[in-house]
């Protein structure tokens, strides 16, 4: 079945409110390019309120970098999907590499996280990957059966259909290597098995994105491929032109 292509820009620490301003508004303006496509952009929390009522009637969604796995409580420094959903939030990436490396995520983390965003509504962008040593180990495959059977762990088929999964080559971001369109659809294949192994038919309908610097001059050539159904853009989406020309590789 056909699925449709989601881009997704993840700011990360980049962009006051201020600084937001002018990008959306570049990206509001061409709003009809964005016909057939979902889109997505991710500011930092404490940007997300602003978005939201910037992006207010455009096909612009928005979404948060993390939530908590609890409602409330003593949790210091982290935001729950309520607290997402009151502002206006509708999706948002959990297990990002970035998350994993410097702050302790696990797969049991993720699970916990993933769980919590499906419960109160939000469409979770869940990551997943494998650094450049597993990968010059050959441990790729290993690595990403791992983290779909421990991460996605006592999902329902249902849930899983209300998921997006995004494929991140941690190998290949900021290190000089880049993995060719046929590299990320070996990955994005293998990874669809798994689903399928797991879940049965609805993995033909759930989105795997590709992480791993998707740019305006390579989007095209990598959404071209059977399993791969949009992207997770770092650095790109901070740029309206470069965002909008990974849309339109679309």
């Known amino acids: 079945m056909a699925r449709r292509t989601l881009i997704a820009g993840n700011w990360k620490m980049n962009l006051t409110v201020a600084e937001a301003q002018p990008l959306v508004a570049a990206l509001k303006a061409r709003t009809a390019a964005m016909a057939g496509v979902d889109v997505a952009v991710c500011p930092p929390f404490t940007s997300l309120a602003a978005v939201v009522a910037a992006t207010a009637g455009t096909p612009i969604q928005v979404g948060a970098q993390n939530v908590h796995w609890e409602q409330a409580g003593a949790f210091t420094g982290e935001v729950s999907a309520a607290m997402l959903r009151e502002v206006g939030v509708t999706c948002v990436i959990i297990g990002h590499s970035e998350r994993r490396q410097y702050f302790g995520e696990t797969d049991a983390t993720v699970n916990a996280r993933l769980r ?36 996605l762990a006592g999902l329902t088929p249902e849930q899983l259909g209300r998921s ?16 060719t369109p046929e590299q990320a659809q070996e990955v994005h294949r293998f990874l669809r098995g798994l689903l399928r192994d797991a879940f049965g ?50």
């Open 164 to 179: 997006v999964i995004a494929y991140e080559p941690v190998w290949a971001i900021g290190t000089g290597r880049t993995a």
């Open 116 to 151: 919590a965003a499906l419960g109160s509504g939000l469409m979770p962008i869940v990551c997943i990957g494998e650094t450049l040593r597993q990968r010059d180990a050959g441990e790729t495959e290993a690595v990403v059966r791992g983290q779909v059977a421990e991460g």
């Open 201 to 250: 038919g609805v993995a033909e309908e759930v989105r795997i994105l590709y992480g791993g610097s998707m740019k305006p001059g390579n989007a095209a050539s990598l959404l071209a491929q059977a399993d791969i159904d949009g992207g997770l853009i770092g650095g790109a989406s901070l740029k309206a032109e470069d965002f909008l020309g990974i849309i339109a590789g679309a």
